[in-house]
């Protein structure tokens, strides 16, 4: 299966804009980059997903390297409840129709006030 | 709408007990899968299903079995508990067939610890 590396933890500031990194430099051609987030003491939440084009959305941008080995997750303006982990996951087909998404350890962003 | 519900929130069991945690979700979605999280960790894949009576094994399927009967309801049994499935259990759903639209939906998660 095709992994994902990304930096333990990250810190940002309030109010600042924050770029979290994600290298998946052993993508296929039909593995699509998504992206959660799990706050403290709860389930992981849907945050945004693509495939080849930058991506936006309410709650974030995803902006994905021409050669799709790179991606990285941006938050406009971090808020003290953007603090959570944020997992970067490829979405790839496992054979016979069915399909994995797997959570490595994931970046912890703390915001500071 | 009530999203995927976890049934209990919290269980502490022997080793050697048995027991389902329940998932339910009422979106309709054809895809329901299990996590577990221990603590400091990532999540897991224990078993998923793309659809009734379609199940299949993730990374971590020891020492658990899955149905899936219907479309709304994906349980998780431990056949004989042991301390080493103390975690978090999560469950996910969504829809199937078209990466476009396919997002997770996961469930607030259910605390087990095995004594």
């Known amino acids: 299966d095709a992994k994902t590396t990304q930096p333990n933890s990250m810190e940002s500031n309030e109010e600042e804009p924050v770029h979290l990194p994600c290298n998946h430099s052993?993508?296929?051609?039909?593995?699509?980059i998504h992206w959660y987030r799990q706050l403290p003491s709860q389930g992981p939440e849907y945050v945004i997903h693509?495939?080849?084009s930058n991506v936006n959305n309410r709650m974030a941008s995803l902006a994905i390297a021409e050669d799709r080995k790179s991606s990285t997750l941006i938050l406009h303006r971090a808020t003290l409840r953007d603090a959570a982990v944020y997992y970067c996951?490829?979405?790839?087909?496992?054979?016979?129709?069915?399909?994995?998404?797997?959570f490595g350890k994931g970046t912890k962003l703390s915001v500071i006030p | 709408n009530a999203g995927v519900t976890q049934t209990p929130k919290f269980q502490v069991l022997k080793t050697g007990q048995s027991m389902t945690l329940q998932c339910a979700q009422d979106?309709?979605?054809?895809?329901m899968s299990w996590y577990r999280q221990d603590p400091g960790m990532g999540l897991r894949l224990i078993h998923y299903?793309?659809?009734?009576?379609?199940?299949d094994q993730g990374e971590v399927p020891n020492g658990y079995n899955v149905s899936r009967s219907t479309t709304e309801d994906f349980p998780l049994r431990l056949l004989s508990a042991a301390p080493s499935q103390t975690s978090v259990y999560f469950c996910?759903?969504?829809?199937?067939?078209?990466?476009?639209?396919?997002?997770?939906?996961f469930g607030s998660g259910t605390q087990l610890s095995v004594l």
């Open positions: 996910a759903s969504s829809s199937w067939g078209s990466a476009t639209n396919e997002k997770l939906f």
């Open positions: 052993t993508i296929s051609g039909t593995d699509y």
């Open positions: 693509g495939l080849t």
């Open positions: 996951i490829l979405r790839g087909y496992s054979g016979a129709g069915s399909y994995q998404l797997t």
């Open positions: 979106m309709n979605h054809e895809y």
């Open positions: 299903s793309v659809g009734a009576g379609i199940t």
